[in-house]
């Protein structure tokens, strides 16, 4: 297998990107053993053990097996958040050296969240658990059968918009939280997030070379809002619906890249539910599902000798993971405390570890690569692809997948068909274990998760998704409108129940 030389027959480059996974959540537990993807020796995943633990007030919170499909809460992943995770109880950043990280304070953190919110509650240690291989039967089978990556990592030890725009730009532009609804609005305006080095789109097309955009699921609606769409010169009406995906690479298939993002469930109160992301507070099966009808589509299709998949997760999502994330080198294309950049991060430490298996016929069968990736590294496998000049700091020096799909011939043993998603799925079964949830731990039936006429829209995800709504609405409009559309963004979207009524609104439209 080649380093840094990109496999001829590769034409293709597909990337799924789910949601607010940490490695040890996923697949720690799943014993995976097999061969070194570079050296070609034996060798085993870096998961975890009985002995590591967090401890909180006193007791001790292990990690246990048997993770729940669906958790009451969304734990925190936003960048102070996250600091206390890595750094343990209380620690905070203001900028400069980030500090010494030892994994010990995600049981704090996410007992943080959740008296919060109710001050009688327990079950701290739900974010210490891991899922049981049986659990997890599409994502282990695949890591099995082709190679899984230990060592990936999200791009900043930070929240899902900065994380998704590495993968798009090997850059945030400085942005290391959620963008609020004013921030979205001084950056972008109606034109959507822009980088000094452009996006991987923009190189691809300036090179001759095609890419395609797929958005989840049509339903539910509210939750189909590509994060894609947010960055200038992609247009919402040029993402396609998930469900043409199948029919479009069983036949005249030309894009040399895609990219792939599921339907994100109920965005607005932030309970997720009927999506594919695999958000904490969806039903984990749903992203199963979706990651086992994208392989099968892949492997069933005339592309499959010609084409590479990347699965992999946008964040963590505030799940416990042992291994300290390593230094990074950063884009170079921001200045700390300056523009949005609200915490003076330096960018110069990865995020957490998250879950990333690449697949192609000339991806070794059981390998296992421990090289340190990031979300960057999707770029850099193009740019060597395609002979690309990099965008930033990041994506030229990140390293690139190129070696992890570089047989000499394509393998006649992929499996045509996985082992089908088992366990309680989405629809009435995901209702009855987050009800299941819910009375376990004697709060009652579910109910909304907020109070949508008074609870704030500025927070979270929700501004980013909005946005990309608003840019749709401006792009289909004469520019003598968009002062009108500015307006009506900044002035009467206050609350969830404000920000419902205008997707209810406008989304059937675009």
Same mark, same amino acid.
């Given at each position: 297998m080649s380093n840094n030389l990109a496999n001829p027959n590769i034409k293709h480059v597909f990337v799924l990107m789910l949601e607010n996974r940490a490695f040890d959540h996923m697949l720690g537990l799943s014993g995976i053993s097999g061969i070194d993807a570079h050296t070609g020796q034996p060798t085993s995943i870096e998961g975890v053990n009985p002995n590591f633990q967090n401890t909180y007030k006193g007791a001790s919170y292990p990690v246990t097996t048997g993770a729940d499909l669906v958790m009451p809460f969304d734990p925190g992943h936003e960048f102070p958040d996250v600091v206390q995770q890595l750094c343990g109880e209380g620690s905070v950043y203001n900028g400069g050296v980030?500090?010494? /990280?030892?994994?010990?304070?995600?049981?704090?953190?996410?007992?943080?969240?959740?008296? *919060?919110?109710?001050?009688?509650?327990?079950?701290?240690?739900? /974010?210490?658990?891991?899922? *049981?291989?049986?659990?997890?039967?599409?994502?282990?089978?695949?890591?099995?059968?082709?190679?899984?990556?230990?060592?990936?990592?999200?791009?900043?030890?930070g929240p899902t918009w900065p994380n998704r725009f590495f993968a798009h730009a090997t850059t945030s532009g400085g942005l290391d939280h959620s963008p609020s609804l004013s921030e979205i609005g001084d950056w972008t305006l109606l034109n959507g997030f822009s980088f000094p080095g452009g996006t991987i789109y923009d190189k691809l097309t300036a090179h001759g070379k095609t890419w395609r955009l797929y958005r989840g699921k049509k339903l539910p609606r509210i939750g189909s809002i590509p994060n894609v769409a947010a960055l200038k010169g992609i247009k919402l009406s040029s993402t396609n619906y998930y469900e043409k995906f199948a029919t479009d690479v069983?036949?005249?298939? &030309?894009?040399?890249?895609?990219? /792939?993002?599921?339907?994100?469930?109920?965005?607005?109160?932030?309970?997720?539910?009927?999506?594919?992301?695999e958000h904490p507070m969806d039903n984990v099966l749903n992203g199963e599902a979706l990651v086992q009808s994208t392989y099968e589509a892949i492997r069933n299709s005339p592309l499959w000798e010609s084409s590479l998949l990347i699965i992999t997760y946008d964040e963590h999502g505030g799940f416990y993971d042992h291994v300290a994330p390593p230094a990074a080198v950063p884009p170079g294309d921001s200045t700390p405390k300056t523009g949005h950049n609200q915490y003076g991060f330096l960018f110069d430490r990865y995020g957490v570890r998250v879950p990333a298996v690449v697949i192609s016929a000339y991806t070794l069968?059981?390998? /296992?690569?421990?090289?340190?990736?990031?979300? &960057?590294?999707?770029?850099?496998?193009?740019?060597?692809?395609?002979?690309?000049?990099?965008?930033?700091? %990041?994506?030229?020096?990140?390293?690139?997948?190129?070696?992890?799909?570089?047989?000499?011939?394509? %393998?006649?043993?992929?499996?045509?068909?996985l082992q089908g998603v088992g366990g309680l799925g989405g629809g009435i079964g995901g209702w009855l274990q987050r009800a299941w949830q819910w009375i376990r731990r004697g709060r009652g039936l579910p109910g909304p998760s907020v109070d949508e006429t008074t609870e704030t829209a500025d927070k979270g995800n929700l501004p980013g998704f909005l946005h990309v709504v608003m840019k749709a609405r401006a792009e289909r409009q004469l520019p003598e409108t968009h002062h009108a559309l500015t307006q009506e963004f900044s002035e009467k979207i206050r609350t969830k129940a404000d920000a419902r009524n205008y997707l209810n609104t406008h989304l059937p439209e675009l």
């Open positions: 980030y500090p010494a /990280i030892n994994n010990s304070g995600f049981v704090a953190d996410y007992a943080g969240v959740i008296l *919060k919110a109710n001050p009688a509650a327990t079950g701290f240690g739900e /974010i210490m658990k891991c899922y *049981k291989p049986s659990q997890l039967a599409v994502l282990t089978q695949l890591a099995q059968e082709f190679c899984v990556c230990d060592h990936w990592h999200a791009s900043l030890p069983a036949g005249e298939y &030309s894009w040399n890249y895609t990219f /792939i993002e599921p339907n994100y469930g109920d965005v607005v109160n932030n309970s997720y539910s009927g999506g594919q992301s069968k059981n390998s /296992i690569s421990h090289t340190v990736f990031d979300h &960057s590294s999707i770029p850099a496998t193009l740019e060597c692809m395609f002979g690309l000049n990099p965008m930033t700091g %990041r994506d030229g020096t990140a390293n690139n997948l190129t070696a992890l799909a570089g047989l000499a011939a394509a %393998r006649t043993d992929t499996p045509e068909k």
